[in-house]
């Protein structure tokens, strides 16, 4: 939560410029994954009605890949991307939310780092499709389960990374049940009577995402069976196979499509300070 009683690192001078190129970063960031999700949500949808293949967001980029003028627009998505990781590195790092140090603040700080972490990896992912040097493994969250219960105490690492899913899946949720995103958002109040719609189910179907490989990670590293995880993509086609499943799976791709739309409107309104708060002497 922002600490309003925390100061704002007084500026520097020439910081004005640096500070007009983050906030254009972080636009352009959050626009990018808007535009991906948008095209994740429609592949699930298709998915849902065709009974096509499923994707997951890596499979999304090589989707866009294939199309024409594909390589343009994973180089603008890499960019793009990149961007993201950039402003989330520098929201975590430097603290621009007012997070603080607790342990709470150091939690989120973390899954910031990790964003950026993750969308730099999808950046670099959009770069390797475009020179055509990328290999697709598949199943890489089984393979990974199956890589870490080989080591010492990997039982309980693999039981902590599907929590860790788990807790950003109740967060993502929780953002939405108590609309956490208002106070960042700078819209009229007739902007938000439709805002405010779109972004709370947009946030619980990513929860839910979240929620499902998380649950089913940590089931994994119960039965220390790594064919008992299941990524994105396995999650969506387990999903699709249930009774009702591909209503179930339509109606959580409008939830990710609206989950882009989102992502876009953070891109126009969201409130973006890189100036650091300082903790209190």
């Known amino acids: 939560m922002r600490r309003a009683s925390w100061p704002r690192t007084p500026a520097l001078p020439g910081a004005g410029i640096a500070h007009a190129t983050v ?85 989120v700080r973390g899954a910031l780092l990790a964003s950026a972490a993750v969308y730099g990896s999808l950046a670099w992912a959009s770069l390797k499709l475009v020179a055509a040097t990328a290999h697709r493994t598949s199943q890489p969250v089984q393979h990974a389960v199956a ?8 039982r309980e690492m693999v039981v902590l990374g ?24 700078s819209a009229s109040p007739a902007a938000m009577r439709w805002i405010d719609p779109v972004s709370r189910i947009g946030l619980c179907a990513r929860g839910l995402l979240f929620l499902g490989v998380g649950g089913f990670i940590v089931y994994s590293g119960i039965t220390l069976q790594p064919q008992d995880a ?18 179930l799976l339509a109606a959580w791709a409008v939830g990710v499509m609206l989950f882009g739309v989102y992502s876009l409107i953070e891109a126009f309104v969201r409130r973006v300070d890189p100036t650091p708060y300082r903790a209190p002497r």
């Not at 949808?45 to 499923?54: F, H, I, K, N, P």
């Open 23 to 107: 906030r254009w970063v972080a636009r352009i960031g959050y626009g990018a994954r808007g535009v991906v999700y948008l095209m994740f949500g429609a592949l699930a949808m298709r998915t849902a009605v065709t009974l096509s293949d499923v994707h997951d967001v890596r499979g999304t980029l090589g989707v866009m890949h294939q199309m024409t003028g594909g390589g343009v627009l994973l180089l603008g998505a890499a960019a793009g991307l990149a961007a993201y990781a950039l402003w989330r590195l520098v929201q975590g790092g430097f603290d621009t939310d007012g997070h603080g140090w607790g342990l709470r603040a150091l939690i």
């Open 147 to 154: 890589a870490t219960l080989d080591w010492p105490a990997g």
């Open 162 to 185: 599907g929590l860790i899913g788990l807790i950003a899946g109740i967060a993502h949720i929780h953002k939405a049940w108590c609309a956490g995103f208002r106070r960042w958002f």
């Open 230 to 247: 299941l990524g994105v993509a396995e999650l969506l086609d387990w999903v699709r196979g249930a009774s009702y499943g591909r209503w």
